[in-house]
């Protein structure tokens, strides 16, 4: 049973434009969600959080939106550079357990 | 700050033996480390919970007896992989959340561990 899954395997983008990844929810219990970059054989790093009592978070050229009605986030990355190419997971997790349930991930392809 | 390692970065086992992987917390206490695992092209998969001074808390359909957790104090968590299999070959990730954490979400990765098992 997969709660969070990340629908796009894959994306490519041309470099200084728009990434916009998604990340779709289904346990309604989930109240804190982030989104990770993560290199092969390395640990994920961490690049922006939002909490479910707001609905936009931005940092530099990262924004997480969040809409709850559709248990739907995303991740805009503006300007995209090539080294954003990386995979990206998006991960859930709610108070109480503080476990990160992780999506799917979808691997980006800034094109220079 | 919040700097999380683990020992070893890659190990190489032959199977039916077990290898010791340790996730140590460098610069803060942790109270709480969670252990994941990677396989190739896949999503990071919880395997436990590990509070310290208790017993770990496994995930459905992770086999505790196989997967030895210890957390035997705030800044060291150790994964046994006992009688390790060639479909245990994984990339073994493990975060922390500090003793002060309160009501805060947050956790520290580590580098993870590869382990191939021949």
């Known amino acids: 049973d997969q709660q969070v899954k990340q629908n796009s395997p894959s994306l490519s983008v041309q470099e200084g434009r728009i990434s916009i990844l998604n990340c779709d929810y289904t346990n309604s219990m989930f109240d804190y969600f982030l989104w990770y970059k993560k290199y092969p054989a390395e640990g994920p790093t961490f690049l922006i959080s939002?909490?479910?009592?707001?609905d936009k978070n931005e940092d530099g050229r990262f924004t997480v939106f969040l809409n709850k009605s559709a248990k739907h986030l995303s991740l805009h990355i503006v300007p995209s550079q090539p080294g954003d190419s990386a995979v990206y997971f998006c991960?859930?997790?709610?108070?109480?357990?503080?476990?990160?349930?992780f999506g799917t991930g979808t691997r980006l392809k800034v094109l220079a | 700050g919040a700097v999380v390692s683990q020992h070893p970065s890659w190990v190489i086992c032959k199977s039916g033996t077990s290898v010791k992987i340790e996730c140590r917390s460098l610069?803060?206490?942790?109270?709480?480390m969670f252990w994941y695992r990677q396989f190739p092209k896949q999503s990071l998969m919880l395997m436990a919970t590990s509070n310290e001074g208790s017993k770990a808390t496994y995930e459905q359909g992770v086999e505790k007896d196989k997967f030895l957790i210890n957390h035997a104090s705030l800044t060291l968590s150790t994964l046994t992989v006992t009688s390790a299999h060639p479909e245990d070959s994984s990339f073994y990730i493990c975060?922390?959340?500090?003793?002060?954490?309160?009501?805060?979400?947050?956790?520290?990765f580590g580098p993870g561990t590869r382990l191939t098992v021949t």
């Open positions: 975060s922390a959340r500090g003793q002060s954490a309160g009501v805060s979400y947050e956790q520290y």
């Open positions: 991960a859930a997790t709610s108070s109480g357990t503080y476990k990160y349930i």
């Open positions: 610069d803060f206490q942790a109270t709480t």
């Open positions: 939002i909490s479910s009592i707001k």
